[in-house]
């Protein structure tokens, strides 16, 4: 399955953005879906991630009750919400997929298939 993210600009603090990621060439239903961001000089760092109907959800300690991550399976597109953004949510966010039992969404190497990023810039 191929990821598209989409999204990604530039924001004050305390601003909001939805990132979409698209699939193609799969049924998004089949997987698990996740996001992660990247920020200058860091490793990948877990954000959030769903099961497959959105039933069950994950977040980060830093963006609970901040972030939002939705899924339409009929769209094969995974949202990501942020609000209340801070400059230290500047990051690369990449959404993944993958089958991956709950207990590993926050580890990079459980995802099969990644997107290629889209920046998000949060300033003061």
């Known amino acids: 399955v191929q990821l598209q993210a989409s999204g990604g600009g530039s924001v004050r603090a305390g601003g909001s953005l939805r990132l979409s990621c698209a699939a193609s060439g799969g049924t998004l239903s089949a997987y698990r879906v996740a996001w992660f961001r990247q920020a200058p000089g860091r490793e990948r760092e877990f954000v959030a991630a769903?099961?497959?109907?959105?039933?069950?959800?994950r977040y980060t300690d830093s963006v609970k009750g901040r972030f939002t991550i939705s899924r339409d399976n009929a769209k094969n597109t995974v949202y990501l919400q942020m609000s209340s953004l801070e400059p230290e949510d500047t990051a690369v966010y990449y959404c993944g997929a993958g089958r991956s039992v709950f207990s590993a969404w926050s580890e990079r190497e459980s995802w099969m298939y990644w997107g290629q990023g889209t920046l998000v810039t949060v300033s003061s």
């Open positions: 769903a099961s497959n109907n959105g039933g069950s959800r």
